[in-house]
């Protein structure tokens, strides 16, 4: 897998003092309707499984699988780095609450969308927004994009598996799944130092460092 990197928008003094948020939300990432098909082998599975799907319904629910473990993993890198996240969108939320919420989409990266792509370029890019939520106003406190190489074959797409019997649910092929949980660990890791500067956290043991993956 290739190394994740990211480049985040600076930010003012203001943000310095922000209070720790009460509360951390990871909602799952929109996802870009040209993106190249992030998982040819899971689509010819479930085109086989379900005559007259069309393409376009089956990127609709490759990238919904996709959104999803990547929320899942930046959910769990924070939780091991002691920032107590959940996934959603803050319904639970309440008046007396100090939410952050993160959320974003999934596109083409700026380099690899050109026509030629060069050898290596990364695929698709995370653009991450974290949103800073104290009832009843809410701002915009930090944004990066990390580079990933979903949606590049690196090897030959082996069969998803299935769970349960026959025309169970299926899922990521293993090296969809991987890329998509690594990209998720490399938005975590932006947020974890992000919190650290603020005071939130203790700052890691070892610095994040930009990575692609």
């Given at each position: 897998?290739?190394?994740?990197?990211?480049?985040?928008?600076?930010?003012?003094?203001?943000?310095?003092?922000?209070?720790?948020?009460?509360?951390?939300?990871?909602?799952?990432?929109d996802?870009?309707?040209?993106?190249?098909?992030?998982?040819?082998?899971?689509?010819?599975?479930?085109?086989?499984?379900?005559?007259?799907?069309?393409?376009?319904?089956?990127?609709?629910?490759?990238?919904?699988?996709?959104?999803?473990?990547?929320?899942?993993?930046?959910?769990?890198?924070?939780?091991?780095?002691?920032?107590?996240?959940?996934?959603?969108?803050?319904?639970?939320?309440?008046?007396?609450?100090?939410?952050?919420?993160v959320?974003?989409?999934?596109?083409?990266?700026?380099?690899?969308?050109?026509?030629?792509?060069?050898?290596?370029?990364?695929?698709?890019?995370?653009?991450?927004t974290?949103?800073?939520?104290?009832?009843?106003?809410?701002r915009?406190?930090?944004?990066?994009?990390?580079?990933?190489?979903?949606?590049?074959?690196?090897?030959?797409?082996?069969?998803?598996?299935?769970?349960?019997?026959?025309?169970?649910?299926?899922?990521?092929?293993?090296?969809?799944?991987a890329?998509?949980?690594?990209?998720?660990?490399?938005?975590a890791?932006?947020?974890?130092?992000?919190?650290?500067?603020?005071?939130?956290?203790?700052?890691?043991?070892?610095?994040?460092?930009p990575?692609?993956?």
């Open positions: 897998m290739a190394a994740c990197s990211g480049a985040g928008a600076p930010q003012g003094a203001a943000n310095a003092t922000l209070e720790k948020p009460t509360k951390f939300f990871v909602s799952e990432y996802v870009a309707a040209d993106l190249p098909v992030l998982d040819p082998a899971l689509a010819a599975n479930l085109k086989r499984q379900l005559p007259g799907l069309t393409d376009d319904a089956a990127q609709i629910e490759i990238s919904r699988r996709v959104s999803a473990a990547i929320a899942e993993a930046t959910v769990a890198a924070l939780r091991q780095s002691g920032i107590q996240a959940a996934q959603g969108g803050g319904e639970i939320l309440r008046a007396n609450e100090i939410g952050l919420m959320s974003g989409k999934i596109v083409n990266s700026a380099e690899g969308a050109a026509q030629r792509r060069p050898p290596g370029a990364p695929v698709v890019a995370a653009q991450t974290l949103t800073y939520y104290v009832d009843p106003n809410s915009i406190v930090d944004t990066f994009t990390t580079d990933s190489d979903l949606g590049r074959a690196t090897a030959p797409a082996r069969r998803p598996a299935t769970a349960g019997a026959p025309g169970g649910t299926q899922r990521l092929s293993p090296d969809i799944d890329k998509a949980r690594g990209l998720g660990r490399a938005i890791e932006r947020i974890v130092a992000f919190a650290a500067e603020k005071g939130w956290i203790k700052a890691p043991a070892v610095p994040a460092s990575r692609r993956y």
